[in-house]
Every structure is written in C-alpha cells, then in structure tokens.
C-alpha cells in the first residue's frame, strides 16, 4: 500500500537534506511545488540502492513536506526492488500520471486523483518495455507542449520523444530518435567519445518560443519539438560554485550526474538538480535548486550553485540580486554586462516579493542599485509580506540621468523583525523607464 506522510523539513540547499532525495522533477500543479523523486536508500551506500519513489510538496520552495511514498510492490514489478530509478509526473483532465524507472530496462506509470496519489498501476506493464528502441526505456521526462499534447522523451546516449494518447498511459505514435547536432556529455567534453556522446537524465522545457532538451548539466536549442537540436554548452561553469560546494564530485568532475528538470513558477525559471557535495558520496545524492535566467540570445547563463538556494535570503549578503525574487509582476529580466542582469519595468505598476529574509532584526538600512530614465522620478513601497501588509518604508527613486546610469539609494529601516517576507512595490513609472539590479542591507 502507499505511504502517505506529513514530516516538514526546511533547508536552503539542499532542500532535503540527509535523506538521499534525488533525480528531481518538479512541476506546480494546483499553485504547490511537487517534487517527484528517487530515493537513495543510506549514507552507507556502496552501489545506488534505491528502495522506493517519493512525492513532496512545497508552498514556498523551502519548506517541503514528504506526502507520499510508492513502492515497486504497488506496481507492474510486483515485489521489493531496490532499483527504483528517476520519474516523471503529469496532468491531464482531473488525473495526476507519475512515470518511473525500472532501473535502466523499462518504464512503467500509474495513476492517481491528486498530485500525491493514491496511485494505481492500471496497465500492470511497463508503458514503454525493454526493447521499444535502440535506446535503454528509462529516465522519462513528460513535455506538456502549447498544443495541448503530452510528449514523452527518454534513454541514454540517444534520445526518444513520443506523443501520448489522451488516455497518457499509451503511446499515440511509434518513438522518434532526437537528432543532436555535435552533442557533448560528461564522458564527451572534448567531442571524441562517439559512443557515450550525451548521457541519460533528458529533459525538455520551452522558452520565448526555443525548446530546450537538456540531459543533466548539457543542452541544445532548436525550433522544433522534435528537432533537430543544436547542442549550445552547459549550465553550470567552474565559476558557479560559492565556497564549500565544488567539492566532492563526480569522477568526470562537476558536470556529471547533475540530474534535474527545469519548471517555471510565479514568472521565475528554476533549475532543480543532484549534487553530492554535502554528502560526499555519490550513492547517497541531495536535491539543490538555483535560479535560471535567460540571456538575449536565449542561451541559459551559468547558475550559481551555493547553500542559500532559493526562496530565501540572507540579509547579510554582499548583495541580494534583483532578478532571484520569488514573485514578480510587471517586470522583465534584462542582461547586462558580464552575465548580469537587471530587471526592466513593462507597465506603470510593478510588484516584487522576497520572502524568508533572515537576520533583518540586525539590520539598520537598506541600500537599492537602481537607475531611472523617469524625468520627476518615482517612489518604491516596502511592505510586510503578511496578511496585514505593514508599510515599512516608502523610497523616492531619483531621475538617474539614464536606464543604464545606476545609483546607489539608502533608506534607514527600523525594528524589522529577524525573518521578513518583503514586498517591494513601484508605482508611477513610465512603461520601461527603470532598471533595478540589486539591493543590500547594512548594519550601521
């Protein structure tokens, strides 16, 4: 029978710490984050020993709550197994899908009436068996496309795409090879390696009209669902780590095994991945996420990869980046120079939200960079994110001479509580006239 539980852990990253979850795939369905995942099984694994899959769900994407566990008993494989590989998860009119892995052989999927279950196996066979392909049937991802159709996409090495039927537990046409124009993987960095030259672990998401297939740290671009695609680089670059987090890795180094899924939520791109840098062993993986932003020319900037995560804030940062809010409305990102960027107004009103910002009680001001082509200026509004929404403190924002002359805005604060969810809201603005790039806390 499946577990279903209520244990609240809260964490920066990793999101879970200690509990081996891993291969992460989240989606937002009815306004919660659910994390579909594997499981490994102990610290004190010496070969990947994965007993089981797990769903969690967030509000907030920092506290998680473990809602439910399905057993290979309660599936087509019949019996305990402790190969319960990487999974997937879909909606389609009222019922929720969940793909898994039947190690690296098969792919099997059950249903069920909400995001964490009950789950029934009603083929009682996998959906997509060994053999289907030239490929091994295993690390489903599921696309909901812009036409309303699901498609699913798995393997290694090379990868399959498929549409499924309406009934999402059949396949509606017969799997297509993924053409990759000079792929890399983590076996393939130098492009020499012709028989391991991607990985498992694929992907896809859409952005400003470019899918992406990705399959771990590496992806490619292309117009067309179905491809072909061309490879473009990785996510992540030797310059994306704070402090404490490089290392351990993987024998092929910080790109491999960095199996994870993309989602969008409350108009901000994340990136949700494996990492083994706290644990040290790489049986035993954590679950990190980071935010994603997009340059011009649609390729993915490197993330940053540190303990703080996402969803909160340390007031003692150098600098808290505009562009890694929770929630915004009325602002663009806009790249700057050097893979920075900067968030752009597009109407008169424009609203952000930074929730769970720590150690503000040792806090006495707040410093804004921020430029302003706005002739006469305009004002921020910082309030307290709760239900009362106490204004802390109105700011004029200065005319800065230009969109692209940056200043530097201090506001004294007083008697802030030590944890804040902050709402930052603009108003009077003249459509595109005001980029805000960071803000800092001080002290003194």
């Keep these: 029978m499946m577990m279903v539980l209520s244990c609240a852990i809260y964490a920066g990253n990793p999101i879970i710490p200690n509990k081996g979850v891993n291969d992460p795939h989240i989606h937002i369905f009815e306004g919660r984050a659910y994390l579909y995942a594997t499981h490994d099984r102990s610290i004190e694994n010496t070969r990947f020993a994965m007993d089981e899959w797990g769903v969690w ?4 994407l920092v ?23 990487a999974t997937d998860a879909a909606y389609r009119d ?65 990868f399959y795409i498929a549409r499924l039927n309406h009934d999402m537990i059949s396949l509606a046409e017969t799997p297509r090879r993924i053409i990759i124009h000079n792929p890399r993987g983590p076996y393939n960095q130098d492009g020499t390696n012709t028989e391991e030259p991607t990985d498992d672990k694929p992907f896809v998401h859409k952005y400003n009209g470019k899918y992406y297939l990705s399959w771990g740290a590496f992806y490619a671009m292309s117009d067309n669902l179905y491809g072909p695609y061309d490879y473009v680089g990785t996510i992540m670059n030797e310059k994306s780590f704070a402090p404490g987090y490089a290392e351990p890795t ?32 790489r049986r035993f993986r954590d679950t990190f996420i980071s935010y994603v932003h997009y340059k011009d020319n649609g390729e993915i900037a490197p993330i ?17 980046e505009a562009e890694d809010y929770f929630k915004a409305e009325g602002f663009d990102k806009v790249e700057l120079p050097g893979n920075n960027f900067a968030l752009c107004n597009s109407g008169e009103n424009a609203l952000l939200i930074f929730p769970n910002i720590h150690h503000l009680s ?6 804004l960079n921020i430029a302003n082509d706005q002739v006469g200026g305009s004002s921020l509004s910082i309030f307290d994110n709760s239900s009362v929404g106490i204004l802390l403190a109105v700011i004029p924002i200065p005319y800065t001479g230009g969109i692209n002359k ?10 802030l509580k030590n944890v804040e969810d902050l709402r930052f809201e603009f108003g009077s603005l003249k459509p595109g006239s005001l980029r805000f790039d960071s803000f800092s806390f001080g002290h003194e």
């Design 57 to 60: 769900s967030s509000d907030d």
């Design 63 to 85: 506290n998680w709550t473990l809602e439910s566990i399905l057993k290979p008993e309660d599936t087509y494989i019949g019996r305990p197994y402790d190969q319960c590989w």
């Design 250 to 281: 993987w024998p092929y180094g910080f790109l491999q095994g960095r199996h994870g899924s993309f989602f969008e939520w409350h108009n901000q791109w994340y990136f949700a991945y494996c990492d083994i840098s706290q644990t040290g062993n």
């Design 406 to 415: 940056f200043i530097t805005v201090t506001h004294d604060f007083e008697d």
């Design 362 to 367: 040792e806090q006495k001001s707040i410093q």
């Design 94 to 158: 009222g019922k929720y899908y969940f793909y898994f892995s039947e190690q690296n052989r098969q792919t099997g999927v059950v249903v069920g009436d909400s995001p964490i279950g009950p789950w029934e196996d009603v083929l009682g066979e996998p959906l997509l068996p060994a053999g289907l392909t030239s490929t091994h049937s295993y690390d489903p991802a599921v696309y909901l496309d812009d036409d309303g159709e699901h498609y699913i996409i798995f393997g290694v090495w090379d």
């Design 304 to 320: 940053r990869v540190d303990g703080i995560g996402v969803g909160e804030y340390d007031s003692r940062q150098s600098v808290i």
